[in-house]
């Protein structure tokens, strides 16, 4: 390629570089179009009120499912331009109101969509507290919430008086409209009863017949009056009967906070990753950092023109493939300096170690990308937004690793930095290859040792009467608070006064009070409650001991949802296990590389769990983020290892020696795996270090995780791999 050439192309890639990253921190427009701070933060990430209703019908058509979800994203819209309702799974719908932080209205309000008649006669029965349900005769019956098209609340000057008047005006669909005008042509001087949920909320006068499908209900003492009648009316007549299974809070505060020290900790981790790759690689490295800003810019860029919502989970997909463009950029790096300490020539080098790197990256990443993609299918919620970002990082990642820097890098050898001293330190002295395979008895101690310390902490925990592990209400179902007391409290303090006024408001001492180290925060465990038992003791909090009004995040889950989500995770990490042993199958032709790769795998995750069983770590959305953010991590550092296995074996001077190849290889790759580990673990150690609770939560396991995959990668893998295969091989 010619200087001109290069400098052109160079030029080019520097301005679409430049206009990306211009998108993504400003955005286009009075807009901002593309910026970053149009993309579509989770609850979880920017505060409100989410809420998970589950059909109660048992047959429905997908026509009234979606009908209700229009239904409510309408009413919805009332709270915020930015709610949202979307289907989870086959039977369920999730409201979603950012800057809502009351869950009592918007249960009351939205949350009890429930039977709607109007009658011109009804019946009634006495419930177990005394009161009485009121419901529509057969003959009595005239219209259900179904025929409702809509309910307005309104105002009206009297034209006798002047005075301003309250109403609601109804609209009707065709049937309703139909049968309203018999109706109400038959009745007129009767009322017709409007019953919810069993209670009579309105019995307007019929004085006319109504024939055009449009009326009005008036006489309201007050516009707020009129505007709860016509709320009412408009959740009786959603298609479908819901019922609340779910609801979560999170203060605007605990939201804004966990999205800008994410973003400090990734902004720390991806400057001091490029400061790295600069001193490590030279100019190889000056590619691979700029390559970084890109992706960085195209990942936020792409996350908002897809309009995906971005959650903690979604965080902990764009850490793992972060990892995954480092590393891509580490192999070819590393393989370049491979080839010039072999006396490669520096533009022969440059294109071998591109070449030479392909088959090692496309594999790491297509494995990691079975992950994300059984996760997008399978799971749900936390799961499927982490397989979402995981996915679209995996792809920028190879685009980065394989196509920018492989032009950055030829555009500067082109423009005249040809020594190979722009390229690595060419090492005369070959390096001693340690024995991995040797010392294999040891590592496999060490690894047993951990195992089996977890093992023993989980039965110690369930003999003690604590539970194996520290499962959270997203595991065990009720209700999980997040407060501020704004002053230190002591867990003895806790227990002997908070404990006790909040028992006595819930009828039961199953309460569990964790103080968050370092802060003046509690998280408050305790059984499903009603929506007015969490009230009164958020009041309680607030009024007595002095807990911060704005600091609440309060999450409610049933045993159902809880039961459900343990076994989506389940299923999703044992198909994405099954998915990846089979391609490893196929891409390297022998089953015993996958049972090997897949065994380090199980080690990893092991690991994991053995160090949330020791250390009582809550397990959460959290944990099932953590495991299969490991499981894509570590996979991909294993392959590293085989590929270059794989490569030795044609190698004359390792004479076909299983034994010899393993350890060269690993030797090969060591720089590499611990490259790539220490970049990762920077910025997961700045998310736990600046990050709030759920950031810390995720950050510590995963760091554990990242440091059980290093070992794993480099010293169980490939023994495994060495024990499976038969000597006379």
Not at 23 to 52: E, K, M, W, Y
Not at 635 to 652: G, S
Not at 662 to 680: A, E, G, P, V
Request: negative net charge; charged residues 15%; proline residues 2%.
């Amino acid at each position: 390629m010619s200087k001109k050439k290069s400098w052109i192309l160079l030029i080019i890639s520097i301005v679409v570089i430049l206009v990306t990253v211009f998108c993504a921190a400003i955005g286009f427009g009075p807009g901002h179009v593309g910026s970053a701070g149009n993309i579509t933060l989770g609850l979880d990430l920017r505060g409100g009120v989410s809420v998970t209703y589950e059909v109660q019908d048992e047959d429905f058509t997908a026509e009234e499912m979606s009908d209700t979800i229009y239904k409510l994203q309408l009413r919805v819209a009332e709270y915020s331009t930015d709610a949202t309702v979307y289907q989870e799974g086959s039977n369920r719908i999730t409201v979603e109101i950012p800057g809502q932080y009351d869950t009592e209205t918007v249960i009351e309000e939205l949350g009890r969509p429930g039977s709607l008649q109007f009658a011109t006669e009804y019946t009634h029965e006495d419930r177990e507290d005394g009161s009485e349900y009121h419901v529509a005769t057969e003959d009595g019956l005239v219209l259900t919430g179904a025929n409702v098209t809509s309910a307005q609340a309104g105002t009206q000057q009297d034209s006798t008086t002047g005075a301003l008047e309250y109403l609601v005006q109804l609209t009707l669909d065709q049937e309703g409209t139909a049968a309203f005008a018999e109706a109400t042509s038959a009745h007129v001087g009767d009322p017709i009863y409007i019953i919810y949920d069993g209670e009579i909320i309105s019995a307007p006068t019929v004085r006319e017949a109504i024939t055009s499908g449009s009326c009005q209900i008036d006489g309201m003492e007050s516009y707020e009056a009129a505007s709860t009648l016509a709320s009412t009316i408009r959740i009786g007549s959603l298609s479908l009967e819901l019922k609340e299974i779910s609801s979560k809070v999170v203060s605007a505060k605990l939201g804004n906070n966990a999205v800008s020290t994410s973003l400090i900790a990734g902004l720390i981790g991806l400057l001091l990753i490029m400061i790295f790759m600069i001193i490590i690689y030279r100019i190889p490295g000056v590619a691979a950092a700029i390559a970084m800003i890109f992706y960085a810019a195209a990942m936020l860029v792409v996350l908002n023109a897809f309009n995906l919502t971005l959650t903690i989970s979604g965080i902990a997909g764009i850490i793992l493939s972060i990892g995954m463009a480092v590393d891509g950029n580490v192999i070819i790096n590393t393989r370049i300096r491979e080839e010039l300490n072999a006396g490669v020539p520096v533009e022969q080098a440059i294109r071998q170690g591109f070449k030479k790197s392909t088959s090692a990256i496309l594999d790491g990443n297509i494995t990691t990308l079975i992950v994300a993609i059984v996760l997008l299918i399978f799971g749900s919620g936390t799961v499927k937004g982490f397989g979402y970002t995981l996915a679209i990082g995996i792809v920028l990642s190879v685009i980065c690793s394989l196509l920018v820097s492989r032009l950055l890098v030829m555009c500067f050898y082109g423009i005249g930095l040809k020594s190979s001293g722009f390229y690595a330190k060419v090492k005369q002295k070959a390096k001693k290859i340690f024995d991995f395979v040797g010392k294999k008895a040891v590592f496999f101690i060490i690894a047993c040792v951990c195992i089996v310390a977890g093992i023993v902490a989980v039965i110690a925990n369930a003999a003690s009467g604590k539970g194996a592990m520290n499962f959270s209400i997203e595991f065990v179902g009720g209700v999980s608070t997040t407060v501020d007391f704004q002053s230190n409290i002591s867990i003895d303090d806790f227990n002997s006064q908070v404990k006790s006024d909040i028992a006595d408001i819930i009828g039961s001492q199953d309460i569990e009070g964790q103080p968050v180290t370092g802060t003046t925060q509690y998280v408050i465990k305790t059984p499903e409650l009603s929506q007015d038992q969490i009230t009164e003791i958020k009041e309680l909090l607030v009024d007595v001991y002095g807990a911060d009004a704005d600091s609440f995040e309060i999450e409610k889950i049933t045993a159902i949802v809880s039961s459900e989500l343990q076994r989506d995770a389940l299923v999703s990490l044992l198909i994405a296990t099954a998915c990846m042993l089979i391609y490893i199958w196929i891409r390297f032709r022998k089953f015993k590389v996958a049972i090997s790769s897949v065994i380090a795998l199980i080690h990893d995750v092991a690991i994991v769990i053995a160090f949330y069983a020791l250390f009582r770590l809550s397990v959460g959305n959290s944990f099932i983020a953590c495991i299969l953010t490991i499981v894509g991590y570590s996979i991909n550092a294993t392959i590293i290892v085989f590929d270059r296995v794989r490569e030795n074996l044609q190698n004359p001077l390792c004479n076909y020696d299983l034994k010899k190849t393993i350890n060269l290889s690993i030797n090969q790759t060591l720089t590499r795996t611990l490259f790539t580990s220490l970049t990762t673990f920077v910025t997961v150690l700045f998310l736990y270090i600046l990050g709030v609770e759920s950031m810390k939560a995720f950050a510590l396991p995963l760091a554990v995780g990242i440091v059980a995959g290093t070992f794993s990668s480099i010293l169980i893998s490939g023994n495994l791999l060495y024990i499976f295969t038969p000597k006379a091989e």
